[in-house]
């Protein structure tokens, strides 16, 4: 019996080391495998985030075409869902040439994928 559980013990620290090397290697892109996006912060107010949206969507280059009526993201038609799509449209398109998730302080980080039916936010490594 002492043998089994030994080869049982000795099994799971395998496959354990095996998830954590799996779980932490960079892929040979060189990207890491969790995925993140940036999204509107909850607390903004919607006067703020209208403000960051506007300049995400205007100079600042995101492609904010799915947030337009008619479009996979238009709803729910809220302030708080269309800049969260601006915000990370911006951010996955420069995140690797300097641009960041902070809008004025109007945006996060998460690991949570926001992308809800048919809207889809890109997370690019």
Same mark, same amino acid.
């Given at each position: 019996?002492?043998?089994?559980?030994k080869m049982t013990s000795s099994s799971t620290m395998m496959l354990i080391s095996v998830l954590i090397?799996?779980?932490?290697?960079?892929?040979?892109? %060189? &990207?890491?495998?969790?995925?993140?996006?940036?999204?509107?912060?909850?607390?903004? =107010?919607?006067? $703020?985030?209208?403000? !960051?949206?506007?300049?995400?969507?205007?100079?600042? %280059? &995101?492609?904010?075409?799915?947030?337009?009526?008619?479009?996979?993201?238009?709803? =729910?038609?809220? $302030?708080?869902?269309? !800049?969260?799509?601006?915000?990370?449209?911006?951010?996955?398109?420069?995140?690797?040439?300097?641009?960041?998730?902070?809008?004025?302080?109007?945006?996060?980080?998460?690991?949570?994928?926001?992308?809800?039916?048919?809207?889809?936010?890109?997370?690019?490594?």
């Amino acid at each position: 019996m002492k043998n089994g559980n030994k080869m049982t013990s000795s099994s799971t620290m395998m496959l354990i080391s095996v998830l954590i090397v799996v779980l932490v290697t960079p892929r040979s892109d %060189g &990207a890491y495998l969790e995925q993140q996006w940036c999204v509107a912060d909850e607390q903004t =107010p919607d006067d $703020v985030l209208q403000m !960051a949206m506007d300049w995400a969507c205007g100079i600042g %280059g &995101a492609d904010c075409r799915m947030i337009q009526r008619n479009k996979p993201c238009y709803l =729910p038609n809220t $302030v708080r869902d269309h !800049a969260a799509y601006a915000f990370n449209s911006y951010w996955q398109k420069f995140k690797n040439y300097g641009g960041s998730c902070y809008f004025n302080a109007a945006a996060i980080v998460t690991d949570l994928n926001p992308s809800h039916g048919s809207c889809h936010f890109e997370s690019l490594p």
